[in-house]
Each structure stands twice: as structure tokens, then as C-alpha cells.
């Protein structure tokens, strides 16, 4: 069956990095596009940034541009965000989830949109 296990969260204090990893398994990696969403409590879970199966489009959410990079390692099955600068704000659980896009470039932001998910990964900044 799908699997995408996330990897990478911990604490950090404000202004410091992470890199989050999501491996896959059980699709074809090539075929999906790849998600990174967050949950912080009490609020829904909301879009951070995605990627093309090429690699060759990304898009990131306002809110974290310029602070955020999403990458991708075909051979690996693995999907990547490294975040720097980072806010007590930032602070959530992140989840890795797979698209099965149909339309070559299209990068869809929806929850719903979303056909597998990991089980999420906590990231807390503190201030």
C-alpha cells in the first residue's frame, strides 16, 4: 500500500532551520505531484508549497515565500522543504501528501485534491 513517511520535525528556536523528508513507497513517485501542508492546533490544515513530478515547477504559499524551499529526489522516492528563518508562527504539524495530476505543470493547493497522506511530523519554534 502507499506509505509517505515523514521525517525531520523537532524544536527550534525562532530565527533556525529545519529540512523536513517525506520518502514514498507503494506508487509511482514520478507520476504525483508532492504536497506539504501544516496543521497547527486549532486551525485547519492549510497548503505550504508543492512540486511538480519533474521538479520543474514549484509554488509557495505567500506566507512562508522566501523563507521556504520544496525539492524532490526522483531516484529516492523523496520529497523535501527546508525552512529557514523560522517563527514561533511556523510552528505546526507538517504532513507530505501525493497528487495524482492528470494535466502536465498543474499544481493544486486543496486539501481535498489530495489522494495520500503521511502522518505528520511535529515542528515547534520556539521564541
Known amino acids: 500500500q502507499v506509505q509517505l513517511v515523514e521525517s525531520g520535525g523537532g524544536l527550534v528556536q525562532a530565527g533556525g532551520s529545519l529540512r523536513l523528508s517525506c520518502a514514498a513507497s507503494g506508487l509511482n513517485f514520478r507520476s504525483y505531484t508532492m504536497g506539504w501542508f501544516r496543521q497547527a492546533p486549532g486551525k485547519e490544515r492549510e497548503f505550504v508549497a508543492a512540486?511538480?513530478?519533474?521538479?520543474?515547477?514549484?509554488y509557495v504559499t505567500d506566507s512562508v515565500k522566501g523563507r521556504v524551499t520544496i525539492s524532490r529526489d526522483n531516484a529516492k522516492n523523496s520529497v523535501y522543504l527546508q525552512m529557514n528563518s523560522l517563527k514561533p508562527e511556523d510552528t505546526a504539524v507538517y504532513y507530505c501528501a501525493a497528487d495524482r495530476v492528470w494535466s502536465i505543470g498543474v499544481i493544486r493547493t486543496t486539501v481535498s485534491d489530495y489522494d495520500f497522506w503521511g502522518q505528520g511530523t511535529q515542528v515547534t519554534v520556539s521564541s
Open positions: 512540486i511538480t513530478w519533474s521538479g520543474g515547477s514549484t
